[in-house]
C-alpha cells in the first residue's frame, strides 16, 4: 500500500526526540511522501531543513497560519515571500486560511493576509494548503474573485457537511483533507463523505493533533494513517488498495507530479 500523508507538522516539538524513528514508521506503513506545512517563517525554514534530512519524502511548505497572524503581519509576510523569490524547495502555500473559532480580534488582519497569500499560490503557481474554522463564507467570497486562476489546493481537516463540502468543490483541482476525525464515534463524516467524489479526497494526519481510533488522545504520526485507510474503505464500500491509489494519485494531481516508489 502506498498513501501519502499530506500534512503533518514534523517541525513540531513533539517529534524532536523520534523523528527519524517517527519516518521510519510511516515508511514501513507504506507512507511513501510526507507534506510538511508551515505555520510561520520559522516552521518554513525548519520544515525545509527536515526535507533536506529526508530528499524525496519530506516536503516542505510555506504560509503563515491564520492563528499566528497579528498586528506586524505585513512585515511577517514581505519577510517570508523573500523566500519563494528564485529556487526554492516549497511545494504549496501553506498552512494558510480563516479561523475565527476562538475570536475575531485580528479579523481584518486575517483576511488581508490570506488573500495576499493566495496572490502568491498565483503568482507562482503552487497550491493552497486551506485552514478555515468558522470563516467559510469569508473563505469562499475570496476564493471566488480568484477562481478563475487558482492552481488548486487542499481545504484540510474537512470534517463539515454535505452542503459544505459541495461549497468548496465548487472550486476546480481542490480536494478534502481527511483524517483521524473520520474514525470518531460522533463524526459524521462516514455519512458525508459517500456524496464526495472519491477523487476530491487526499489523506492526512495533521500530526501531532487528530490521532484516529484506536490511537486517540496519542501523538499523532503518518503509520497511523492505516487506520484512517480502513475506516474509509468501509464508508466507501471499496478496498484499501483502491483508497490508497486514488488518494495518492489525487494528492500527485494536486500537490504536484511527485514520482511515487513501488
Known amino acids: 500500500m502506498n498513501i501519502i500523508d499530506t500534512h503533518i507538522h514534523l517541525d513540531a516539538d513533539d517529534y524532536r526526540e523520534d523523528l527519524p524513528q517517527v519516518i521510519s514508521r510511516a515508511q514501513a506503513a507504506g507512507v511513501t511522501r510526507i507534506f510538511i506545512p508551515a505555520i510561520d517563517e520559522k516552521s518554513a525554514i525548519a520544515a525545509q531543513e527536515i526535507a533536506r534530512c529526508y530528499p524525496s519524502y519530506a516536503y516542505p511548505m510555506l504560509g503563515l497560519h491564520p492563528e499566528e497572524v497579528k498586528a506586524d503581519f505585513q512585515e511577517v509576510l514581505a519577510t517570508m515571500k523573500r523566500h519563494l523569490l528564485g529556487p526554492h524547495p516549497f511545494i504549496a502555500v501553506g498552512e494558510v486560511g480563516l479561523d475565527f473559532y476562538w475570536s475575531r480580534d485580528f479579523e481584518r488582519e486575517q483576511l488581508v493576509a490570506f488573500e495576499e497569500q493566495v496572490g502568491w499560490s498565483i503568482e507562482h503557481r503552487l497550491p493552497l494548503m486551506i485552514h478555515c474554522r468558522k470563516g467559510q463564507n469569508e473563505m469562499v467570497h475570496i476564493l471566488k474573485q480568484y477562481e478563475k486562476d487558482l492552481p488548486g489546493g487542499v481545504f484540510h481537516c474537512f470534517t463539515g457537511n454535505e452542503k459544505e463540502a459541495e461549497a468548496f468543490l465548487q472550486f476546480d483541482n481542490f480536494v478534502l483533507g481527511i483524517g483521524g476525525v473520520l474514525t470518531f464515534k460522533k463524526s459524521h463524516l462516514p455519512e458525508v463523505l459517500p456524496h464526495v467524489p472519491l477523487s476530491r479526497i487526499v489523506l492526512e494526519t495533521d500530526g501531532p493533533y487528530m490521532a484516529p481510533v484506536p490511537m486517540r488522545g496519542k501523538r ?32 500527485q494531481r494536486v500537490l504536484g507530479q511527485l514520482t511515487i516508489e513501488n
Do not use: H
Not at 494513517?225 to 486514488?246: N, T
Open 220 to 251: 499523532n504520526e503518518s503509520a497511523f494513517l492505516v487506520y484512517v485507510v480502513q475506516k474509509m474503505a468501509d464508508v466507501y464500500g471499496i478496498s484499501i488498495e483502491e483508497i490508497a491509489r486514488q488518494t495518492t494519485e489525487n494528492a
